[in-house]
């Protein structure tokens, strides 16, 4: 497992859940997309939705068992759900 297998699965989930989450179908997905915080296209709830759902297709998709949400990655400083580059990043500290 790698960045990219990763990132692949967070950006196809969301993609997958564009009209739950409340994101416009116009907008791209990239690596650089505000996800949570300031200009973030998810408010809270949508935001756990998304966690769970990725938890999920990283199970599937990659036969691999992730948390994502705890205390611990909700009250950090630098919150890694910023983007769906830092939410990657933080997936695969999770991972290793």
Do not use: C, W
Request: glycine share 4%; charged share 25%; net charge negative.
């Amino acid at each position: 497992m790698n960045y990219e297998s990763i990132s692949q699965v967070i950006i196809n989930t969301i993609a997958e859940h564009k009209e739950l989450l409340g994101i416009e179908d116009s907008q791209d997905i990239t690596p650089s997309t505000r996800l949570y915080g300031e200009n973030g296209v998810l408010d809270s709830l949508s935001l756990v939705h998304l966690i769970v759902e990725i938890e999920r297709a990283i199970n599937l998709e990659l036969k691999i068992e992730v948390s994502l949400s705890d205390s611990k990655a909700f009250s950090q400083e630098r919150s890694p759900f910023r983007t769906i580059d830092s939410l990657t990043s933080f997936a695969l500290t999770r991972l290793s």
